[in-house]
């Protein structure tokens, strides 16, 4: 069974970046999409962005297109997610997840988390005003 790792997280100021680190174990990464999504206390978990097995594609929420960034080193088995110009409203746990099927992209059609079967235990995020 595959284990994601979150790392990275912190407090930042508004307008600052954070880069989180997602470390899988097993020698399955590359073949899967990836996808990072957050939780905000009292709020429903939500999809942040997504990579495709190869890196080849993206998808991004349209609550952080154009500031966030999702990445992938299939060498090392990591998906990352760069966050600049950060906003309080971004404080949440964020969480990385593999999808289920192999050899898939990044769109719009996946977005929701009961496509995923692995998830690292979160990372908190805390922005300030």
């Known amino acids: 069974q595959v284990q994601l790792v979150e790392s990275g997280g912190g407090l930042v100021q508004a307008g600052g970046s954070l880069r989180l680190s997602c470390a899988a174990s097993?020698?399955?990464?590359?073949?899967?999409?990836m996808g990072w999504f957050r939780q905000a206390p009292g709020k429903e978990r939500e999809f942040v962005a997504g990579?495709?097995?190869?890196?080849?594609?993206?998808y991004y929420a349209d609550s952080v297109k154009g500031r966030f960034t999702i990445s992938r080193d299939n060498t090392k088995n990591t998906v990352y997610l760069q966050m600049n110009s950060l906003k309080p409203e971004d404080t949440a746990v964020y969480y990385c997840a593999r999808r289920m099927s192999t050899y898939s992209s990044a769109s719009y059609l996946h977005t929701r988390g009961d496509e995923y079967d692995a998830w690292g235990q979160g990372t908190q995020v805390t922005v300030s005003s």
């Open positions: 097993g020698r399955t990464f590359s073949r899967y999409a």
């Open positions: 990579i495709g097995w190869n890196g080849g594609t993206t």
